[in-house]
T-cell receptor, first 114, second 110 residues
Framework: DTEVTQTPKHLVMGMTNKKSLKCEQH?????MYWYKQKAKKPPELMFV???????INESVPSRFSPECPNSSLLNLHLHALQPEDSALYLC?????????????FGSGTQLSVL | QKEVEQNSGPLSVPEGAIASLNCTYS??????FFWYRQYSGKSPELIMS????GDKEDGRFTAQLNKASQYVSLLIRDSQPSDSATYLC??????????FGAGTRLFVKA
């Protein structure tokens, strides 16, 4: 299995809602990532988990809360988002050896904040 | 600020031609470089990786790296309409941090 699975594919939420994005991989990878991508812009790194521990937080606002329950799962909890947070949220995984990390992306969650 | 720079394009080539995509990076400490292809509305897909100076070939794709010039390129031979996509250059700047260029849009005309 060489897939990274993200759910849901689309999400519309109000600014007072709480929602979660989910990501799962069964490639035995030990690093998992959240990237945010706005239209016609490159993916921007948000968080990295390595061996289920938060390794990188790119100064992301606290309304985004990551969670890594185990080595296969990654969640992104959303609360009190702003319309400018509307974007494609991409989960990725890599082997976790630190060197030459190739990223494998899920299909993404297209998020719209009203 | 560590950066990866690409010409946004669009780059338009006829079917069967060679498409040449270029990228420069600012962090001399970067060791790993990648090309991802992203179709409209889809997620990025890894197509090439390169770690040492020189050329690396995989099918119709050739990646080139020149660390002295901080320059990475991707050549696509015998371009096909299905190659039409945005190509993202990426550099690993240390640990798990991979940063992406803005991407070059490629159009291959049939």
């Amino acid at each position: 299995d060489t897939e990274v699975t993200q759910t849901p594919k689309h999400l519309v939420m109000g600014m007072t809602n709480k929602k979660s994005l989910k990501c799962e991989q069964h490639m035995g990878h030990r690093a998992m990532y959240w990237y945010k991508q706005k239209a016609k812009k490159p993916p921007e790194l948000m968080f990295v988990y390595s061996y289920e521990k938060l390794s990188i937080n790119e100064s992301v606002p606290s309304r985004f809360s990551p969670e890594c329950p185990n080595s296969s799962l990654l969640n992104l909890h959303l609360h009190a988002l702003q319309p400018e947070d509307s974007a494609l949220y991409l989960c990725a995984s890599s082997q976790g050896t630190v060197t030459n990390e190739k990223l494998f992306f899920g299909s993404g969650t297209q998020l719209s904040v009203l | 600020q560590k950066e990866v720079e690409q010409n946004s394009g669009p780059l338009s080539v006829p079917e069967g031609a060679i498409a040449s995509l270029n990228c420069t990076y600012s962090d001399r400490g970067s060791q790993s470089f990648f090309w991802y292809r992203q179709y409209s509305g889809k997620s990025p897909e890894l197509i090439m990786s390169i770690y040492s100076n020189g050329d690396k070939e995989d099918g119709r794709f050739t990646a080139q790296l020149n660390k002295a010039s901080q320059y990475v390129s991707l050549l696509i031979r015998d371009s096909q309409p299905s190659d039409s996509a945005t190509y993202l250059c990426a550099a690993n700047t240390g640990g798990f941090k991979t940063i992406f260029g803005a991407g070059t849009r490629l159009f291959v005309k049939a």
